[in-house]
Every structure is written in structure tokens, then in C-alpha cells.
């Protein structure tokens, strides 16, 4: 005999951080499995503990976290169950980031600073990760970060379902206009445009000091917004401050109402209230970040997109194409 010959099943394993476990659980739902029972403490300094209490030796194992605040304790948590994968010989390891944090320092705007999206992307592939997942990167540029396959997935489909089903398109387009809040976003209001029977598109001309971080000025509008339902779309939602300004801005030009929607509600304060006292009729988001009861209020509409994620893994999983999942066209 001149060699050994056996064939294995692929074994897919699913597990989860305890930053957003609710999201976690509903993927493995969806896929008709469970997650894999992991230990995970603090000891008194507040370093972090992880160990699996099944064997994952020779597994496709997929590792969701979505990196919400504190975000620097549940990266290194991820980093740390990526390491524990690698050394009890997982065959690949994938990382699932419905939320990829320090995506916005994605270039140098002036010297002296990093690239922090970068970094995270180094720290990822240096603990033993194969593959990255994630949903709306902030800028595209970002799957170039990582030195692996970089599969890019879009709420897009998710999110435009809904603003289709509650405020019409095709027929009633000419009703809408899909708004970007700044000029950087337009090929994704495009998108959304495409999905929505060809929605006239209009954007907001604003300014931004760099030495002043989450605060913009919202200039004037540039498109025919007036009397139309805006649809105004973003990627993220963290203090509030652009969007709201941006409504404001829009509502001034005569639209008849304006509705948000954005993949990633970060909500830090004051956002809440400002979204609340703002003159939005609605703000549509995602659950890729967990958003705790006390940040609900009665203009959110949260929409899950684990059915999203679920399907990615389970093609990833069964080599088939994700292509659709990641271009908006799903």
C-alpha cells in the first residue's frame, strides 16, 4: 500500500461571542443548529478566559461577534476565540463581523495618524483567521485590508424590502428620492435607486472639521426632493448628529417626509434623543449591533439580518456562491 486514503465529512461549528449572543442564536436557528457551548470569563484584572467545551479538530468553524461598545474589549474576546480555534486545529477558521469596528480609519487624513481598520484586519489574520465576513463595511477598500477571501454582505435587500413594501415604488417612484447624506455615499444610493424603479437620487453638500470628531455641517441639498417621501440612507448611526442635520436640511427643501436607513445603529448618546426629536417619520435599522430596550423608541423599526448571515455561512460552508449576498442583488 503506498497511501492512506479517508474521506471526511465537512463538520460546520458556530460560535458566538457575548456581545450580541441574541443575534448569534438566531442565525444557528435559521441553519438548524445549535451553538457550541463555550466557557468565557474575567479574571480579577479583566483579562479574558475562553475555552470550547466541545472538540473542534478538523471543523469549518465560523466565529460571530459584532464589535459594539466597550468595542475594544469584545475584539480582543473575538482575537482570543480565534487564537483558542487555531491551536484545538479547527481545519478553517471564519470570522463573522457584522459590525466591523475602527472601519472609519480606513485612510490618513493627515500625518501622523493610523490606519486603524488596517490594524484590526493584521490582528484577525495573525490570531489564525481564514476568512472575513462582515455586513456594510464602511468603505469597500476595507476587503482589501485582509489577506484572504473577504466576503462583503449587504442590508441593502433587507432594508429596501421594507422601505418598498411600507412606501411604494415602481409605479408611486416618483414619489420617492433616495437621499445620501454626504457625496461619498451616492454609489450606494444608487443601489438603493436601482432596487426602488429607478428613484430620482439627490445628496446632502456638507463640510466636516477634522479636529472635531462625529460633527459635521450640513450645507444644502442638491436635487429635487421637494414633496417626495426621502429616503435617507447610511451605513451607520452613531451620535446622531449627520443624519438628523441632514433630515433637518431636507425637510427645509419641502419634502414631504423624510425616512432613515441605515445597516448599523450605534446609537451613542445623544443620539437617541436627537433621533427621537428629530422630524424623521421613521428609522429603519439592523440588528447587527445589539440595541438594548432602553434605546428602543417608537419611530425605530429594527430588522434582522441574521437570515442574511445565515445564508452566507451556509454557502461558505458548502463552497457555493455568495456573490448575490454581497452585490445587493440577493
Known amino acids: 500500500m503506498t497511501s492512506i486514503k479517508r474521506t471526511t465529512e465537512k463538520n460546520l461549528m458556530v460560535f458566538t461571542g457575548r456581545a450580541h449572543p441574541e443575534l448569534s442564536e438566531e442565525v444557528a436557528s435559521l441553519m438548524g443548529i445549535s451553538l457550541i457551548p463555550t466557557s468565557a470569563h474575567e479574571f480579577a484584572n479583566s483579562e479574558i478566559y475562553v475555552r470550547f467545551q466541545e472538540s473542534v479538530r478538523g471543523s469549518d468553524a465560523f466565529v460571530i461577534q459584532s464589535h459594539t461598545a466597550p468595542v475594544n474589549e469584545w475584539i480582543m474576546e473575538h482575537l482570543i476565540m480565534v487564537d483558542a480555534l487555531k491551536r484545538a486545529s479547527a481545519k478553517r477558521i471564519t470570522v463573522v463581523m457584522p459590525f466591523y469596528a475602527y472601519a472609519r480609519q480606513d485612510k490618513k487624513h493627515r500625518g501622523r495618524e493610523p490606519i ?197 455561512i451556509r454557502e461558505v460552508f458548502e463552497d457555493g456562491s455568495i456573490t448575490s449576498l454581497f452585490d445587493g442583488h440577493a
Open 116 to 312: 486603524s481598520a488596517r490594524l484590526i484586519a493584521d490582528l484577525f489574520a495573525t490570531a489564525g483567521a481564514d476568512r472575513l465576513i462582515a455586513v456594510d463595511l464602511h468603505t469597500a477598500q476595507i476587503q482589501g485590508f485582509f489577506d484572504g477571501p473577504v466576503d462583503h454582505l449587504m442590508a441593502l435587500p433587507v432594508l429596501s424590502d421594507y422601505v418598498k413594501e411600507k412606501y411604494g415604488a415602481g409605479d408611486t417612484s416618483s414619489d420617492l428620492a433616495i437621499v445620501s447624506p454626504d457625496a461619498g455615499r451616492i454609489k450606494v444610493a444608487e443601489q438603493w435607486s436601482a432596487r426602488l424603479g429607478g428613484a430620482p437620487l439627490a445628496f446632502i453638500h456638507k463640510t466636516r472639521d477634522i479636529n472635531r470628531p462625529n460633527e459635521s455641517v450640513a450645507n444644502r441639498v442638491v436635487g429635487e426632493v421637494q414633496g417626495r417621501t426621502c429616503i435617507l440612507v447610511d451605513d451607520m448611526i452613531d451620535t446622531g448628529g449627520t443624519i438628523v442635520k441632514a433630515t433637518e436640511a431636507l425637510m427645509n427643501e419641502g419634502a414631504g417626509r423624510v425616512v432613515i436607513a441605515a445597516t448599523h445603529a450605534i446609537l451613542s448618546d445623544p443620539a437617541v434623543d436627537r433621533l427621537k426629536n428629530s422630524r424623521a417619520a421613521e428609522v429603519v435599522v439592523t440588528n447587527t449591533l445589539p440595541i438594548p430596550s432602553d434605546r428602543h423608541f417608537d419611530k425605530l423599526t429594527v430588522l434582522s439580518i441574521a437570515p442574511l448571515i445565515a445564508r452566507a
